[in-house]
Nanobody, 119 residues
Framework: QVQLVESGGGLVQPGGSLRLSCTAS????????MGWYRQAPGKQRELVAR???????NYADSVKGRFTISREDAKNTVYLQMNSLKPDDTAVYYC?????????????WGQGTQVTVSS
């Protein structure tokens, strides 16, 4: 069982920035592929950004050039730096650990952190 603890959400004005953090329990974090998802009211959960164990990244088109995903394996932590935030970015953001052989096929989710972009 892996536990994911998120932090860093809050209320920010349009054009502002926030950094989300997600820290995982366990000792083999470096082997995990990690992602950030978000879910706005009335909408399906969607992938925002993903980073592999090797550091390769991909992003949703809606956040390219504004958001950056990174990882610090020594701290078992993945980050999502969000710049130039827009009201449409308002959602609950979830950290995800992808299923793999290292997790015996199981995936894990954080509890979610609210991001609200409003003036």
């Amino acid at each position: 069982q892996v536990q994911l603890v998120e932090s860093g959400g809050g209320l920010v004005q349009p054009g502002g920035s926030l950094r989300l953090s997600c820290t995982a329990s366990g000792s083999i974090f470096t082997l995990y592929n990690m992602g950030w998802y978000r879910q706005a009211p009335g909408k399906q959960r969607e992938l925002v950004a993903r980073i592999t164990s090797g550091g390769s990244t991909n992003y949703a088109d809606s956040v390219k050039g504004r958001f950056t995903i990174s990882r610090e394996d020594a701290k078992n932590t993945v980050y999502l730096q969000m710049n130039s935030l827009k009201p449409d970015d308002t959602a609950v953001y979830y950290c995800n650990l992808e299923p793999s052989i290292w997790t015996k096929g199981l995936g894990f989710w954080g509890q979610g952190t609210q991001v609200t972009v409003s003036s």
